[in-house]
């Protein structure tokens, strides 16, 4: 779509809206807050150190574990009731830093809270806050999968529950804030941090984080949007590196996740980005904490900084000269809160607002956004008067549940010769619920069950899973939850079956003495399911995970060599990996070293083991599609399938950055067909909406669920539009020979793009639309015109695609 357009006035200030030349923040007054009376009145009668008591974080366990980066350098140190005798803003991960009994430390907090709200002048309890982005980062709490097991889920409402559990779990124990979820959209499968983030596709980033930020919230806990923004753009995919992007991309790709659970989802906390962008750290930069996130889309919550993040303005990115110094500049760009330490935010800060080189008003900005949230969260009105329970269940039936169907829906089928499902003659209870154990029919007499992964609870769970974040200090300390492995699930599924399990090899290193032995387990069995993939942890311990960023997209160790064994023995082979990122397993998608079929799972979760077991057997339907493409190779990083022409293969260079397998694939057990994808009007306005119709049909002979996937094409545009893009997605569940009409209903915000003159627009012009397995499928094709002048888009304009589904008679 193209428009002609002359630069104006107000082209000029959308451009240094984008920018750091931006005109710098002022400082609200009470007045201009939206603060209410009691707050207004609370502010008044505070001193300087009362109001940046508020402000900061504390960590009493900080010094238990290495779980941020740095922490051991940055460490605080100092007497606690001392620290707290002006009150306190946050409680840092008192449950999340260290394994501790639930309701003892919530018996702890409680008193601490009567302690707050008792002995200092004002009795402002403290917020507390923790990790919770595969569930409630605590002992004994539940595991569910990891967000890019979400994004291969393609299910919202699924992840909203989730979500809602999670909330719960938390206010149980007294926890006010969730530090989730994580809205980097996925540019290099390299970076150690994929396995937090949903997706390549900012569309689905943003509707499945959307949903987790409506779940957390609808059970009174406040969400925070993690990293904003830009932090997942680092060069080479290297944590903390620079972010070369342009203002253009930041604002098509990186942004319109945040917008949406901003403007849809009512989140009511922000975390800033650790990355710089074009030499500008997030952490000091007015432009997107102030003009972006406050002045454009309106947000009244709170802004915390990521840890540290306040003080690496000095000792990381070398744009303050102290810690006085990055006070001010965090403060002034938007940050409120300093977590997880006071560091820069108390007597740094102090000593500048004294001499009058920080204006204190400053500070009552955001003094008064930490009053009115933890108003907001009742917490000025609480007296705990009742003490907690004595016994909690974080772990619930509920809980395991939800896990499990999550965990089935996200398994990802990626080559099949038709070895699966193992078990024959009946198809599988788990569509869109868990399975059962057994499948119908006869299923293979005896199963070897080789790779590192095969038996190993680790991993099945995250980088920020309690086990993997927390507990791998802690050798002596029970998991807390009951972590059944692929080769139990496998066991229960098949339960006359023999089940022989080695390992082969560990996950990383260069030991090569089991691999013959797990070959000739492969060699006497019927069936060889090879289970290999990651190891997540933080900062150099495990294979993916903060600070685990590798150079090769190839799989840990030797674990290649392991499956090429087991393959050479002629034995059917199926291998499963189990990781936090895609690898570039293309060896093992077509060629002499090819397995009978790959399956991929994302970090399932606690639930994950008894899930794969499901899918390899049958019990459960495959559902599950790729939320990002799988590598070429490393060489061929970043990609994305949101690329223009030039992105991706062409007659002007030899390197091919083509995927193994497109953003979308995921096979089934059953057969699809996708047909008749009609438009209601052949033109549309720009800024009015269209309905786009397909059929899905299921032509097999079991029950299924297809991920209907609607994709456009702008023809052509005033800048270089991605080849394919994704304007809606939805879960469809038919049984054999049920077809149905998917609808949907297309604002064409969602084809909107940041113009030569920096404005967010829709273009005028012809766009393509089709409906396939994948985005590189267009098994059923139509096109729109977008007609009239360019349209700009604001923030009242409608950013979800809305779906309709009616079912039809049979095939």
Known sequence: MTATHTATATDQEARADMTDTAHRPQALTVGESRASDRVASLLAEMTLDEKLAQLVGWWVDQGADNVAPMQGEMASSGDYEQATRHGLGHLTRVYGTRPVDPAERASWLWREQRRLRDETRL??????????????????AATFPTPLAWGASFDPELVEQMA?????????????????????????PRWGRVDECIAEDPYVVGTIGTAYVTGLQSAGVHATLKHFVGYSTSAAGRNHAPAQVGPRFVEDVLLPPFEMAVLDG?????????????????????????????????????????????????????????????????????IDVELPTGDAYLEPLA???????????????????????????????????????????????????VARRLADESVVVLTNDGVLPLVRG?????????????????????????????????????????????????????????????????????????????????????????????????????VAVVIVGDRAGLFGRGTVGEGNDVESLELPGVQRELVEAVVATGTPTVV??????????????????APAAVVQAFFPGEEGGAAVAGVLT????????????????????????????????????????????????????????????VVDS????????????????????????????LYAHDVVGSVTRPVAQLLGYARVTLDPGQEARVAFRVPTSRLALTDRHHRRVVEPGDVELWVGGSCAERETESAVRITGEAYAVTIADERIVGVEIEALAGV
């Open 682 to 709: 052949a033109d549309v306005p720009a800024g009015g909406s269209f309905v786009a119709s397909v059929t899905v049909a299921n032509t097999g002979d079991r029950p299924g669920t297809d991920l209907v996937q």
């Open 576 to 593: 499963v990996v189990l990781s936090g990122r895609p690898y570039a397993i293309g060896w093992a998608i077509s060629g002499e070293w």
């Open 618 to 677: 049958g019990s459960v339907e495959p559902s599950g599609h790729l939320p990002v493409s799988l590598p070429r190779s490393a060489g061929a990083q970043p990609f994305s399938y949101l690329h223009p022409v030039l992105g991706g293969p062409s007659e002007v260079t030899s390197a091919d950055s083509t995927p193994v397998l497109p953003f979308g694939h995921g096979l089934s057990y059953t057969s699809w067909r996708r047909s008749d994808l």
């Open 164 to 188: 809602r559990l999670i909330g719960g779990s938390m206010r149980d124990l007294g926890v006010h804030q969730g530090l989730a979820p994580v809205l980097d959209v996925i540019r290099d």
């Open 426 to 526: 009946g198809a599988g209870t788990g569509v869109d619920g868990a399975g059962g154990a057994g499948g119908a029919g006869a299923g293979p007499a005896s199963v070897a069950v080789v790779g590192p992964n095969g038996d190993s609870a680790e991993a099945l769970m995250g980088c920020y899973s309690f086990v993997n974040h927390v507990l791998a200090h802690h050798p002596g300390v029970p998991l807390g939850i009951e972590l059944p492995t692929v080769a139990d699930g496998l066991r229960a599924e098949l339960p006359t079956a023999e089940v022989v399990v080695e390992s082969g090899c560990d996950v990383e290193g260069d030991d090569r003495s089991r691999i013959d032995a797990a070959a000739e387990a492969a060699r006497g069995a019927e």
């Open 123 to 140: 009795g402002i309890p403290a917020l507390v806050h923790e990790e919770c982005l595969t569930g409630l980062a605590a002992w004994q």
């Open 351 to 401: 000593e500048r607002v004294r001499s009058g080189q920080v204006d204190e008003a400053l500070v009552d900005r955001a003094v008064l956004r930490v009053l009115a949230e933890k108003e907001e969260l009742g917490l000025l009105d609480e007296t705990f008067e009742t003490p907690p329970p004595t016994s909690i269940d974080l772990d619930s039936a509920e809980h395991r549940a």
């Open 266 to 334: 009512g989140v009511r906390s922000v975390m800033n980005s650790y990355a710089e962008i074009d030499g500008v750290p997030v952490a000091g930069s007015p432009s997107y904490l102030t003009d972006v996130l406050r002045r454009r889309w309106g947000f009244d919550g709170v802004v915390v900084s990521d840890y540290f993040s306040v003080a690496f303005l000095q000792v990381m990115h070398a744009v303050a000269a102290d810690r006085g110094e990055a006070a001010a500049l965090a403060l002034e760009a938007g």
